[in-house]
């Protein structure tokens, strides 16, 4: 098992969620490493003494642990199998953590390049948005062997309060695909709900207040919809990356020749807010879909 006090952990990816989770690995004893695409992202956690790496493969090889949160697959594949990149140059018995939304695929291919190296991968998806990350309550789902779970564990810790391994390599994708279709149809009935209670000339303030606690309760019900009311559009998960994920879960669906229709209108409904604009916007944007 990892000490948390003095550990070296590479952290890649200071977005949204990912300044939070670094300051917390800080907080917790950790020594942080950082590595973004762009420097000036980064420079409010360099101010508090993180250490700033100028190539990801540079910050593997000083660390006994990376974990990463960064946008698209496709840049998670660069970052971990990309020549130079986090399984070229991390260090012997290092652990890698990938805790972006990403293909259980990929995922089972990053585990099987670590394997070979001797180095320990986990696919580790998270959900609770910005929130969460700024609470240390992030719900995280693994995905790799139990032992390197384990180990990692106390860091994980820091990070969020529900922490499960749900299976081998690219379980944790596949359990944080489940979370996303659960959530893609959810946020429709949020959406229209309350653009009935609109229209029906009702306080939308007043109807939250009796639906919230009832059999229509969710996450995205409570911590949501008071932004849209409010009219609070702004990003603790971006529209564009949520679609992403749904393209992801369709993907696999279909790989398992299985329909999500659900899934598929909500994924036409994102493609036409990201298609008016609102790509940067948070999900719960989706409710100008019908303004």
């Known amino acids: 098992m990892l000490a948390v006090k003095g550990t070296k952990v590479g952290f890649i990816g200071t977005g949204v969620m990912g300044s939070s989770m670094a300051k917390h690995l800080q907080s917790g004893g950790c020594e942080v490493h950082l590595y973004t695409r762009t420097k000036a992202k980064a420079e409010p956690l360099l101010a508090l003494g993180m250490i700033w790496h100028d190539e990801p493969g540079e910050l593997a090889s000083q660390c006994d642990a990376v974990i990463s949160i960064v946008g698209y697959p496709q840049d998670v594949e660069s970052l971990y199998l990309g020549e130079g990149g986090i399984v070229?140059?991390?260090?012997?018995?290092?652990?890698?953590?990938?805790?972006?939304?990403?293909?259980?695929?990929l995922a089972q291919r990053i585990y099987e390049a670590a394997s070979a190296k001797g180095l320990h991968a986990l696919d580790a998806p998270v959900s609770g948005g910005d929130v969460g990350a700024r609470n240390a309550a992030l719900s995280i789902m693994a995905g790799g062997d139990r032992d390197a779970f384990e180990a990692v564990r106390p860091l994980l810790g820091l990070l969020g309060k529900n922490i499960v391994l749900q299976g081998g390599?690219?379980?944790?994708?596949?359990?944080?695909?489940?979370?996303?279709i659960a959530i893609a149809s959810n946020m429709i009935g949020v959406c229209e709900a309350l653009v009935y209670a609109k229209h029906a000339g009702l306080d939308l303030n007043g109807v939250l207040t009796s639906i919230e606690s009832g059999a229509a309760g969710s996450w995205s019900l409570s911590n949501l919809a008071p932004r849209i009311i409010a009219g609070n559009f702004e990003p603790g998960f971006y529209v564009k990356h949520f679609i992403k994920d749904m393209g992801i879960a369709l993907e696999a669906a279909k790989e398992m020749e299985i329909e999500l229709p659900g899934l598929a209108l909500a994924k036409g409904l994102y493609e036409k807010l990201a298609a008016a604009g609102l790509a940067d916007k948070g999900t719960q944007a989706l409710y100008q879909a019908w303004e």
Do not use: F
């Open 169 to 180: 390599a690219g379980a944790g994708q596949h359990t944080k695909m489940v979370n996303q």
């Open 88 to 105: 070229d140059s991390a260090k012997p018995g290092a652990y890698l953590i990938d805790m972006t939304t990403s293909s259980p695929r």
